[in-house]
């Protein structure tokens, strides 16, 4: 992703958090990761999220999506001899479409079809004040509602490097060009 590109992210996500009235330190703000997964359409295939704290036990982030942007289909698998991550997502802005393994449970869902590879349609609708918990190993993909979402996620130790996704040309490392 071109620096320009990311800068303008970082800007969009810092605007989203003051909407959710998150209030994040200078150092937070400095440390913005926009997730591209190696396709360059961050917009639409992407996320930004700031990470509180992530020890050996727990995690917490703040996540932002913009319109209609997707976390693509992943699961987090068992690392380093523990288990994969759980985690909570909390809406605190916004609306979010999760969709977790399981039973379809609608005939047309409620997010716009991602640019990248899905198979889960359990549909999940948060809105500010609602959360819902994703167990380890369990295959799910998230988007923000026609406005974006503000996130807030709790979970187990976060190892999103080993991260499992459905679309196996996606890369979850982060790279910037000047």
Known sequence: MKRDVYNEQVRKAL?????????????????????????????????????????EKVCAKEMVLLPHQTCAEHMHVP???MPGKEETFRCRWGKVYLYVAGEANTDLIQAVYPKTDVT?????????????????????????????AVIS??????????????????????????
């Open 15 to 55: 605007a989203y958090f003051e909407k959710a009235h998150i209030v994040l330190t200078d150092e937070e703000k400095a440390a913005v990761e926009v997730v591209d997964f190696g396709k360059n359409i961050v917009d639409e295939l992407g996320l930004q999220i700031v990470v509180y704290v992530n020890t």
């Open 120 to 148: 889960v349609f359990h549909e999940v609708i948060l809105n500010p004040g609602e959360q819902y918990t994703i167990h380890p190993e369990t295959l799910h993909w998230f988007q923000g509602g026609p406005e974006g």
């Open 153 to 178: 996620e709790f979970s187990t130790r976060s190892t999103d490097e080993t991260d499992v996704f459905t679309d196996k040309t996606l890369i979850r490392e982060v790279i910037i060009e000047d």
């Open 79 to 81: 690392t380093n001899g």
